[in-house]
């Protein structure tokens, strides 16, 4: 049985005072729910929200240079994600791909360095409105595992999770299907990793995409939705407080 995660997103969002009230809220869930409670931070903020929330609590960053320390002016690192006391790094978040224009190849070196630097990577994926329309889902989802698999080897996913998000779901209100998604992560762990079977079984694969206390229950029902990635509802703790609740059930 895998143990659901649900991790918060923060995104670009809080100040000070909220992240400390946010950390804080989130760490006693951390605590206190059988499921595995996280959240990402803006990079500035992780300290804080480490220092302030129990230690059960994972604390991520949303995403790490390709490269080692170095000339890189404005990046942070993997290594200081690591040195910081971060447990996992979101790479390839679908706002990353769309307005820094990170490819997959890109997301994969990215996934390589945080792995090498001893933090889990979160490797995110999802097709846009326009390729699901056009039926290219699976060939996108395949491209952007394949990319990782050929950097680093599928067995490389033995120490990471898969975030299914489509695209036109994140911030939208627009959730897929407790079916849609389920049908996406079945293909994922039953078609994408299929050379690995030990490790598909254990692979989390957490889906994301406007989940919210009201549909989250229905989504993680699924057999094979290991929990979620939360956006706009992590900002809301009695929110985000009902979405683990529904995770750890
Ligand atoms: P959302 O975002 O829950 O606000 O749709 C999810 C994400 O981008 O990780």
């Known amino acids: 049985m895998r143990r659901k995660?649900?991790?918060g997103n923060w995104k670009m969002n809080g100040s000070t005072r909220d992240v400390l009230d946010w950390a804080?809220?989130?760490?006693?869930?951390?605590?206190s729910e059988a499921c595995t409670?996280?959240?990402?931070?803006?990079?500035?903020?992780?300290?804080?929200?480490?220092?302030?929330?129990?230690?059960?609590?994972?604390?991520?960053?949303?995403?790490c240079a390709a490269v080692t320390n170095g000339a890189r002016?404005?990046?942070?690192s993997a290594e200081m994600l690591v040195e910081a006391g971060c447990h996992f790094v979101l790479v390839g978040h679908s706002e990353r791909r769309q307005y820094w224009h990170e490819t997959d190849a890109l997301v994969a070196r990215k996934f390589k360095r945080a792995q090498e630097a001893g933090v889990t990577p979160v490797l995110c994926i999802g097709e846009t409105r326009d390729e699901r329309e056009r039926g290219v889902t699976e060939d996108v989802?395949?491209?952007q595992v394949a990319a990782v698999i050929e950097l680093c080897g599928i067995e490389a996913f033995a120490a990471?999770?898969?975030?299914?998000?489509?695209?036109?779901?994140?911030?939208?209100g627009l959730t897929a299907t407790p079916e849609q998604a389920q049908a996406v992560h079945a293909f994922i762990r039953g078609e994408l990793f299929k050379d690995a079977a030990m490790l598909a079984g254990s692979l989390r694969i957490l889906y994301g995409g406007s989940v919210k206390g009201n549909?989250?229950?229905?989504?993680?029902?699924?057999?094979?939705i290991d929990g979620g990635l939360i956006g706009g509802a992590s900002l809301v703790p009695d929110e985000f407080?009902?979405?683990?609740?529904?995770?750890?059930?």
Not at 52 to 59: E, I
Not at 215 to 222: G, K, P, R, T, V
């Open 24 to 31: 804080l809220r989130a760490g006693q869930l951390a605590a």
């Open 73 to 76: 002016t404005g990046e942070i």
């Open 160 to 172: 990471a999770a898969i975030a299914y998000e489509p695209v036109w779901a994140i911030g939208t």
């Open 5 to 7: 995660w649900v991790i």
């Open 37 to 63: 409670v996280g959240v990402a931070p803006a990079a500035i903020h992780v300290t804080m929200a480490l220092g302030a929330a129990d230690k059960s609590l994972l604390v991520g960053a949303q995403d």
């Open 215 to 224: 549909n989250a229950a229905e989504l993680f029902a699924q057999a094979d």
């Open 141 to 143: 989802l395949r491209r």
């Open 241 to 249: 407080a009902t979405i683990c609740r529904a995770a750890a059930r």
